[in-house]
């Protein structure tokens, strides 16, 4: 339509969107995420025997079932031990055709907000303490019972480790304007893991996103303008690029 808009265009969007492309996208720049394995749900009506020894072969309990195409934690289940397998991926497996399954870790759960196109800026890190077992679907829009804490209670090197990471999660996928990135921490502050990156956050002034640029200066109505302002620059910058057809039409021209 030629119509400037924030945040990611199609890729951007696309790949933030699927966890399993996702993980294959961070994985080829060397970001660092959870061991995971992915299921088709062909498969799993197939020989749910067999898709559970595999991934047992592959990852160890806990782990986490997920479909791959879904946001807010809908579908998602902790899988504590054998017994719980089956019921997470058939549960999983109603929102989409591709299960992705993780590595359950001992972490915490950290976030970064991430501004700007070809040159984007993290914002302070920030750290959701979830009153439920994870930030589950009820975690998050029902029970209330979830503290955030900004900025984290982190390390300076790690707190730099998150930041530095979120911009290359966010130049990976190719995205623009906004998104959050999610982390886990692990407990004895050893390892960061970049869990995924979410191209349209949460927005309203108790958000995650909003709360993190505040928290780093800037208003929430100065983001707005902000994002905004990207919006039209990566507009201008689009209009630059000339579509192949375009360049036919002027050789028929000829």
Same mark, same amino acid.
């Given at each position: 339509?030629?119509?400037?808009?924030?945040?990611?265009?199609?890729?951007?969007?696309?790949?933030?969107?699927?966890?399993?492309?996702?993980?294959?996208?961070?994985?080829?720049?060397?970001?660092?995420?959870?061991?995971? &394995?992915?299921?088709?749900?062909?498969?799993?009506?197939?020989?749910?025997?067999?898709?559970?020894?595999?991934?047992?072969?592959?990852?160890?309990?806990?782990?986490?079932?997920?479909?791959?195409?879904?946001?807010?934690?809908?579908?998602?289940?902790?899988?504590?031990?054998?017994?719980?397998?089956?019921? &997470?991926?058939?549960?999983?497996?109603?929102?989409?055709?591709?299960?992705?399954?993780?590595?359950?870790?001992?972490?915490?759960?950290?976030?970064?907000?991430?501004?700007?196109?070809?040159?984007?800026?993290?914002?302070?890190?920030?750290?959701?303490?979830?009153?439920?077992?994870?930030?589950?679907?009820?975690?998050?829009?029902?029970?209330?019972?979830?503290?955030?804490?900004?900025?984290?209670?982190?390390?300076?090197?790690?707190?730099?480790?998150?930041?530095?990471?979120?911009?290359? &999660?966010?130049?990976?996928?190719? &995205?623009?304007?906004?998104?959050?990135?999610?982390?886990?921490?692990?407990?004895?502050?050893?390892?960061?893991?970049?869990?995924?990156?979410?191209?349209?956050?949460?927005?309203?002034?108790?958000?995650?996103?909003?709360?993190?640029?505040?928290?780093?200066?800037?208003?929430?109505?100065?983001?707005?303008?902000?994002?905004?302002?990207?919006?039209?620059?990566?507009?201008?910058?689009?209009?630059?690029?000339?579509?192949?057809?375009?360049?036919?039409?002027?050789?028929?021209?000829?």
């Amino acid at each position: 339509a030629g119509i400037p808009y924030v945040g990611a265009g199609v890729l951007g969007s696309a790949v933030g969107m699927d966890k399993d492309v996702m993980k294959q996208v961070f994985i080829a720049h060397g970001l660092p995420i959870v061991p995971f &394995a992915l299921i088709l749900r062909h498969q799993w009506q197939k020989d749910p025997q067999a898709v559970q020894r595999d991934v047992e072969h592959r990852l160890s309990y806990p782990m986490f079932a997920k479909p791959a195409n879904m946001g807010s934690s809908v579908g998602v289940g902790k899988i504590h031990g054998p017994q719980e397998f089956a019921s &997470a991926i058939t549960d999983a497996a109603k929102y989409d055709r591709r299960i992705v399954v993780e590595q359950g870790v001992d972490a915490r759960e950290c976030e970064c907000a991430v501004l700007g196109n070809d040159e984007p800026q993290a914002s302070v890190v920030g750290e959701i303490v979830p009153g439920n077992e994870f930030y589950d679907y009820r975690a998050k829009y029902v029970d209330d019972n979830s503290d955030l804490v900004i900025p984290a209670a982190l390390p300076p090197h790690l707190l730099e480790e998150i930041r530095s990471i979120s911009i290359r &999660a966010f130049q990976a996928v190719d &995205a623009c304007g906004m998104a959050r990135v999610d982390f886990f921490v692990a407990r004895d502050l050893s390892a960061v893991w970049l869990n995924e990156i979410n191209t349209i956050p949460g927005f309203t002034r108790i958000s995650m996103y909003p709360k993190l640029w505040e928290a780093s200066g800037l208003s929430y109505p100065a983001l707005v303008d902000r994002l905004i302002e990207l919006a039209i620059e990566r507009h201008q910058d689009r209009v630059q690029s000339r579509a192949a057809l375009d360049d036919m039409a002027g050789e028929l021209d000829v």
